[in-house]
Every structure is written in structure tokens, then in C-alpha cells.
């Protein structure tokens, strides 16, 4: 598969998973002729048809209302929420019908069925289309919620995704898809999902992050360490529910110091639940206060002051210096 880009790879894995499984279909609005606003399903129903790949109408509750559906009768549904911020729509047939009919129906039907939705900030669109709403669904007990950071683990979380037998919401960093190449391995393998990744080793603070936020952090962790000669542990989360716990809590217990950074609005966000957890389990570990650094609790802005309400870098090496200086 070589170096390619994260639209590329789950356009790679959505094909190979259709292929080894005929249970696999995907649905949404524009992915059929169109291949999705991101391409995402490009050249999908050319090779399996409209019967596995179907263009619905613009109705995101029918979408994954008719997901809960065929997951119930045996089928392994994709369904595609073509912007995240649309998913208002479909909160009662994610939150009240996915999550709750295994433990609904005392285990006589499950929903193996995966959301996609691209999510998240810094291209600049209109309202309603970046804003980072995990946070609904970390509420939501029965949803398995997934954010891939990389197109190595946008492969590898998607295939255990429509491979899982209950549903899980697959959120895509917009500015991701495209951001940058990495080397992905054309065989199958599967990234076990509620495991965090470790992407750097550290022992004065832990960082801990996920999603769009990600390859910025990595970035801000490099120039932080060089100017103040200090060794940063970085955490991807790349799973909000189920939470990796003891990844967390055994970090911050070596390193005594932790910040969280999310695109998300800061108040409610899953930041307070690590945030929770670490005083709940790590606390007389720590050395100074939890900073977590998040964008403002306001809906999301115009585009002309989008790239000073998002997390940015002077916000998060801010962050750093204060716990780092406590």
C-alpha cells in the first residue's frame, strides 16, 4: 500500500473489509456516484453496486435508523454522517436505539454497525461542520467511540470497527485526511480498540490527547523539550469509550505532572473525565494542578478567528510551562 494519505487508507480498508465480508454495506448521503464529500467512498459502488453501497436521501435519522436496522437482521452497516455537527439528528437512533439493544433485548440482537463522521476544525467551514461533539457519546453507555490520529491507525481501528459487534462511532479528523503520507502495511491487521498509543515516551509530564490535535501536540512537545530541557510522555488516546485507564493513570503516576488538550469546548468535554479519573486514581502522584487546554465554551466561530478558539500552539506550550513550573 506504500505511503498514503487517511482518506486513502479508509478508502483502502472500507474496499477490503466489503470485500472479505459480504455483511458489509455502506450508506449515506452522496457516497454512491459521488464517493462522499471527501472522497471517502470513492469508486466503492462501481465495484460492489448500489445494493452495497447506497446513496440515501438527506435524512441523517433515516441513515442510521436504517443502520440499527440491518445490524439487527445480520448485516455489518457503515453508514456515513457526511459532517459530524449533523448528528444531532440521529441522537435518539444512536443514543437510544445503537447503544441500548443488546442490553434492550437481554442479548437477543446486537448492532454491529459503525457512524463515520468527518469532525474537527482548522479548514475553515461554515457552521454546524467541524465541532467536536464526542463528548455526547462518551455519555452514551453501549457506543464504542474511536478517533484515529494517523492513516497507520485509521486502518487498523476502522477494520476492528465493522469487525466489532457493537456499534462504534468512527470520527475522522477533517484536517487529517489529507495533512500528511504515512507508510501503511497492505496486509490486514487490527488496532484493538480501547487501547491508547504511547507515541512518546516522557518523564517530567504527560500529555494527553487524541483525534486532530494530535500531530500539532507532537510538534509543540519537540520545540517545548528542546528550549526547556524536559522530557514529555505523549498519550493518543485514539479511543474516548472504553477509556484507556491504566495507560493513563500508569503515565501520570511516573511523570506527576499531566495536560490534556481537545478541540472540544472545554466545559463537559473529555477532558474532565481524564481529569476525574487522574484525582480519582493518581492523586497524591501529582505535583501541580491538571491543566487541561481546550477551545472556549462558545458555539463554533467564523472561520477569520477559528485558529485562536481552537487549541493552537502558543495555548498548549502555555500550558506546558505552567505545570511544568509549579
Known amino acids: 500500500m506504500?505511503?498514503?494519505?487517511?482518506?486513502?487508507a479508509i478508502n483502502f480498508t472500507l474496499k477490503k473489509e466489503m470485500e472479505r465480508d459480504s455483511?458489509?454495506?455502506c450508506l449515506g448521503e452522496d457516497i454512491g456516484k459521488n464517493g462522499g464529500v471527501?472522497?471517502?467512498t470513492d469508486g466503492l459502488q462501481a465495484l460492489f453496486g448500489e445494493d452495497r453501497v447506497v446513496d440515501t436521501p438527506i435524512a441523517e435519522s433515516a441513515i442510521v435508523g436504517a443502520a440499527v436496522g440491518m445490524a439487527a437482521r445480520g448485516l455489518r452497516p457503515v453508514?456515513?454522517?457526511?459532517?459530524?455537527?449533523f448528528i444531532y439528528e440521529a441522537m435518539d437512533q444512536?443514543?437510544?436505539q445503537a447503544a441500548r439493544l443488546r442490553f434492550r433485548s437481554g442479548g437477543r440482537f446486537g448492532a454491529p454497525m459503525v457512524v463515520r463522521a468527518p469532525y474537527g476544525g482548522g479548514v475553515k467551514t461554515p457552521e454546524l461542520h467541524s465541532d467536536s461533539l464526542e463528548a455526547l457519546f462518551l455519555h452514551s453507555p453501549g457506543l464504542k467511540v474511536v478517533m484515529p490520529s494517523s492513516p497507520y491507525d485509521a486502518k487498523g481501528l476502522l477494520a476492528a470497527a465493522i469487525r466489532e459487534n457493537d456499534p462504534v462511532l468512527f470520527l475522522e479528523p477533517m484536517k487529517l485526511y489529507r495533512a500528511f503520507k504515512q507508510e501503511v502495511p497492505e496486509e490486514d491487521y487490527l488496532i484493538?480498540?480501547?487501547k491508547a498509543n504511547v507515541l512518546k515516551p516522557g518523564e517530567d509530564v504527560t500529555v494527553i490527547t487524541w483525534g486532530p490535535a494530535v500531530p500539532l501536540v507532537s510538534k509543540v512537545v519537540e520545540q517545548v523539550e528542546q528550549a526547556a530541557d524536559v522530557s514529555i510522555e505523549v498519550i493518543d488516546l485514539r479511543t474516548i469509550s472504553p477509556l484507556d485507564e491504566e495507560t493513563i493513570i500508569e503515565s501520570v503516576q511516573k511523570t506527576g505532572r499531566a495536560v490534556i488538550v481537545h478541540e472540544a469546548v472545554k466545559t463537559g468535554g473529555v477532558g474532565a473525565e481524564v481529569s476525574a479519573l487522574i484525582n480519582e486514581k493518581a492523586l497524591f502522584h501529582l505535583s501541580a494542578p491538571i491543566i487541561r487546554v481546550?477551545?472556549?465554551?462558545?458555539?463554533?466561530?467564523?472561520p477569520s478567528v477559528e485558529d485562536d478558539w481552537l487549541p493552537n500552539?502558543?495555548?498548549?506550550?502555555?500550558?506546558?510551562k505552567e505545570v511544568l513550573t509549579h
Open 2 to 8: 506504500s505511503a498514503v494519505t487517511m482518506i486513502e
Open 23 to 25: 455483511k458489509v454495506i
Open 38 to 40: 471527501f472522497r471517502a
Open 79 to 85: 453508514a456515513e454522517i457526511q459532517f459530524f455537527g
Open 94 to 96: 444512536m443514543a437510544a
Open 192 to 194: 484493538e480498540i480501547g
Open 294 to 302: 481546550a477551545s472556549f465554551d462558545t458555539p463554533y466561530p467564523v
Open 313 to 320: 500552539a502558543s495555548r498548549i506550550a502555555q500550558g506546558l
